[in-house]
């Protein structure tokens, strides 16, 4: 059932000041505003500041080891073990520091599909970061509020520093979830999409034990209700390529995959800003009014304009806003299965085709490397793009071993004959800081023949290094780009910048204990 004022106090949240109650959007901007935390843009979007932390902070990200998360946690990089004893000191540490502080409280859900549903409270410290919650979550439903399903509490506390003497924390930062007390305590830094993807950790844990995939990918739908997914990490083209005014958005960022189909985590987006223009991105560029949030995007000081050119906080600019506020979208969430899935890789080697097709063994080596480049901004200390691999494209979010998602994936590419798609929207001509990143709009038209069908029966080349099956002509798109290595002035380093990409996902599959070797022939020969 959804907290009372009862249930806050037995987190131990006590002598509170004035606690507000799922506050309305326009009234959350006047908080915020005149709690001097943001100021309003010419369009009206609330624009906000989160230094020193302007992306993700992975190596603070905790998991509480208990009974319930010790034996299936994937322990390691992305995951690291906090004791009980641990999060009980953040915990009251946390509720001394409110005592006597305001906070906002929303009441929110998490997954379009009602059989897979769950309750949200959201208690933040700031005005504006409950409207980010208000914003990106589901909007909340009567059979919510009355639901005996288990929900989750988020305390996002951005003010409050952990001690790492005392708590046993790296820094003073920490993202902690606690499964046995389905709560997530949020501390020491304002970057607002650690809310988000706190939760989409936690349903990566709860939906495949129900036999859901829950993905890292965006979602939508043609006119004759033809599903494609996207999937990608940040910055890869999830929600700019999703956002397409001939088809409907589904979700930009975060779905599952049941028995019936798929169905969005959010209720809105959470898009990349940095250079983002009317003519590319409509859609987006529309969504920017009020009731929207920008992080870290810079103001003209005369204007209050934007200027989406400007990276001088970080290249990681961001702004929220709901899925209601784009004009072709699901507002239900929820859709059939995909017929179509495009994995999409920002390759900064500039060797990988701009679009290949993927048998299914092809598709799952695809999958569990999750090849891309983290771009600037994404994590801190990111500043230029770096090669990484990030199974199923979502390692930070993955709190079970890769296999367990893979293995959901591939029944159902199986069970729905699904096509799959490799599409590179990073460099082609040469590598990052030589060669060029990919126009959108070829990247566009090469999406929209994938899932249209018209690129089934091309004649294709097989790649001689990646093995994978590009096409000799799309619609819309020049034929020398499809080519990677035509389009390097220098034939001879493509091939030597192609064989170390390739050496470097052998390298990276070593990782992974297969049942058979189908899938790992399917790689980079």
């Not at 900064?348 to 701009?354: A, D, R, T």
């Amino acid at each position: 059932m959804m907290m009372s004022r009862k249930a806050l106090e037995e987190y131990g949240l006590m002598n509170l000041g004035k606690i507000h109650w799922n506050l309305a959007p326009a009234i959350l901007v006047e908080h915020a505003l005149a709690r001097g935390e943001g100021v309003l843009a010419s369009n009206g979007a609330l624009a906000t500041k989160t230094a020193p932390h302007t992306g993700r902070s992975p190596k603070d990200k905790y998991i509480v080891s208990n009974e319930e998360s010790a034996s299936r946690i994937w322990w390691g990089e992305n995951n690291h073990p906090m004791a009980p004893e641990h999060f009980e000191m953040v915990r009251r540490s946390l509720a001394a520091y409110l005592q006597g502080r305001d906070v906002y409280v929303l009441d929110a859900a998490a997954g379009a599909d009602p059989a897979y549903r769950i309750p949200l409270q959201v208690i933040t410290e700031l005005a504006w970061h409950n409207l980010f919650a208000r914003q990106l979550f589901l909007r909340v439903k009567d059979e919510d509020l009355a639901s005996e399903r288990p929900g989750f509490t988020i305390l996002c506390v951005p003010n409050f520093h952990t001690d790492p003497r005392t708590h046993g924390t790296r820094s003073e930062t920490a993202i902690i979830i606690d499964f046995e007390e389905r709560l997530i305590l949020i501390a020491g830094t304002h970057y607002a999409g650690e809310m988000k993807k706190a939760v989409f950790t936690v349903l990566n844990f709860m939906l495949p034990a129900q036999g859901v995939l829950p993905m890292h990918c965006s979602a939508n739908v043609g006119e004759k209700g033809d599903v494609a997914l996207f999937f990608g990490l940040s910055g890869t083209g999830k929600t700019s390529l999703s956002a397409d005014p001939t088809r409907r958005l589904i979700g930009d960022d975060e779905h599952g995959w049941g028995d019936t189909g798929i169905f969005n985590f959010e209720g809105g987006c959470y898009a990349k800003c940095i250079n983002l223009s009317r003519e590319h991105e409509p859609q987006i560029w529309n969504a920017m009014r009020f009731g929207a949030i920008y992080e870290n995007v810079v103001l003209d000081e005369k204007t209050r304009e934007p200027r989406y050119e400007d990276a001088s906080i970080t290249e990681n600019t961001r702004a929220a806003y709901p899925v209601d506020f784009i004009d072709n979208v699901v507002l239900e969430g929820r859709a059939g299965h995909p017929q179509a899935i495009i994995f999409l890789s920002a390759d900064s080697f500039g060797v990988l085709p701009p679009i290949s097709q993927l048998t299914t063994e092809q598709a799952m080596y695809y999958f569990l490397s999750g090849y891309t480049s983290k771009l600037a901004g994404t994590e801190s200390g990111v500043t230029t793009p770096q090669a990484t691999f990030s199974p199923c494209f979502g390692a930070p979010f993955l709190p079970l071993r890769p296999g367990e998602y893979a293995n959901l994936l591939r029944e159902r590419i199986v069970a729905h004959k699904v096509r799959c798609y490799l599409v590179n929207t990073g460099w082609t001509g040469g590598p990052y800081g030589v060669g060029r990143r990919i126009n959108i709009n070829y990247t566009r038209a090469m999406v929209r023949a994938a899932i249209s069908g018209e690129l089934e029966g091309v004649e294709t080349i097989t790649d001689p290094i990646f093995g994978l099956h590009v096409p000799v002509a799309c619609p819309g798109v020049p034929a020398e780009l499809l080519n990677p290595r035509s389009t390097w002035p220098d034939p001879e380093a493509y091939d030597r910048q192609a064989a170390e990409l390739a050496a470097r996902f052998k390298e990276n599959f070593k990782q992974f204990t297969l049942p058979g070797e189908e899938i790992r022939a399917a790689g980079p020969r």
